[in-house]
């Protein structure tokens, strides 16, 4: 009877050091949920804005040891997402536009989504995306899997670049370089959103 005690209670003990483990699943490369994330997003975030286009930021981690490529983006904060990229055009202004062929992270290696550069458009905005809010975005490779993450809403002036080409005739804010940095805890509002 002591032995099946005591078996018991290192049984139970190994169940319970296996429910204590701290185990992260993420979606990677290949499609797979496993137990160690093989792309992650950290320090995400999306400016604040009334309505109409903003981005979101933040660094995107590629922990497999082959290249990933980003092809598209999407939330429910949105009407449509597109991954932007930022151009010095012919007369030395800045400008955003859509990214050929999506965003390749480099196996082992990552990429930074900041005003000023490389980000993810949020447009048509339809409510309000206040400081403090939560917005869920979702990152598709062109394997096919996803990568879902969380991005809290700050406030943000800096980055204020305009359209390459022009969308509609429109213009969506002046030439600007950025001025705050996510990370640096000071963000800052550009009229375009990135």
Do not use: R
């Not at 320090?43 to 981690?61: Q, S």
């Not at 012919?90 to 005003?115: C, K, N, R, W, Y």
């Not at 339809?126 to 598709?140: I, K, R, Y």
């Not at 990568?147 to 002036?157: L, M, S």
Request: proline share 5%; hydrophobic share 40%.
């Amino acid at each position: 009877m002591k032995k099946s005690l005591t078996a018991l209670i290192a049984t139970a003990a190994l169940a319970l050091t296996a429910c204590s483990t701290s185990t992260s699943t993420s979606t990677d490369a290949g499609g797979d949920t496993g137990t160690s994330p093989a792309v992650t997003v950290t320090d995400a975030w999306v400016k604040a804005v009334d309505d109409g286009m903003t981005g979101a930021f933040g660094i995107v981690t590629n922990e497999t040891d082959a290249d990933v490529t980003i092809v598209s983006a999407a939330t429910d904060a949105a009407a449509m997402m597109q991954l932007h990229e930022t151009i010095v055009d012919a007369s030395g202004a800045t400008a955003m536009q859509e990214v050929d062929g999506g965003f390749t992270i480099p196996a082992g290696g990552t990429l930074t989504l900041e005003p000023g550069g490389n980000h993810l458009m949020l447009m048509d905005v339809a409510d309000p995306l206040q400081p403090g809010d939560q917005v869920t975005v979702t990152l598709t490779l062109s394997d096919g899997s996803t990568v879902p993450f969380d991005a809290v809403v700050k406030e943000f002036t800096g980055a204020q670049e305009s359209y390459a080409p022009s969308m509609d005739g429109m213009d969506h804010g002046s030439a600007s370089p950025s001025t705050g940095s996510p990370s640096s805890g000071v963000p800052s509002s550009g009229a375009d959103g990135s």
